[in-house]
């Protein structure tokens, strides 16, 4: 027990830790400094890089929702109130212009499907993944956030911009919709 309250304290001061060079590093950016800027690019961009791949299953494609994700936080840098943790901004902004791309991938989708036949799948799918695509951006978001980035509910109601209730609700309507998604699949 006392060394599970040590990781606890030691995680906790981690974060905290990084926390204020985050809003250290924010502020000097804001003043100008460009290297303060790429610093919390090169402590973030594994984190961003990986919920958006985990939303959108492309490389390619998460490849550009980080860049994307950056270049947006760069420019609403002032407009960063420091009322949540950097990172949980930058996830907001991650799971917000996945949703832009996804959208505009069904958009695409439908405009094909209506002039095509349905493509052919010639190599294997994961099932889970396959489940986990077909939900929706808000739905995706929340599985990701919280099953493989590790964030807590707080974390995930303040990355998701919601009140920890509602990321809650969102998390447990997640789940079900990912279970009815999955089930369809194994058939």
Excluded at 108 to 119: M, Y
């Amino acid at each position: 027990m006392r060394r599970m309250r040590n990781t606890l304290d030691m995680t906790s001061e981690l974060a905290a830790d990084q926390y204020g060079r985050d809003a250290e590093l924010v502020r000097q950016a804001r003043d100008g400094s460009r290297a303060a800027f790429d610093s919390l690019f090169q402590q973030h961009k594994r984190f961003v890089y990986n919920v958006c791949y985990r939303m959108l299953g492309s490389p390619d494609d998460a490849v550009d929702a980080t860049q994307t994700t950056f270049i947006q936080a760069y420019r609403a840098l002032n407009r960063f109130r420091g009322d949540s943790a950097f990172r949980s901004w930058l996830y907001r902004i991650a799971v917000n212009s996945c949703t832009g791309i996804l959208r505009q991938e069904m958009s695409l989708q439908r405009k094909v499907e209506a002039v095509s036949e349905p493509p052919v799948h010639d190599e294997p799918r994961d099932e889970v993944w396959d489940a986990i695509l077909q939900l929706s951006p808000d739905m995706r978001g929340a599985l990701v956030l919280f099953y493989f980035e590790g964030l807590n509910c707080v974390e995930l109601a303040d990355a998701l911009g919601c009140s920890e209730g509602a990321a809650r609700t969102r998390l447990h309507r997640a789940r079900a919709a990912f279970k009815k998604k999955y089930e369809a699949i194994e058939k």
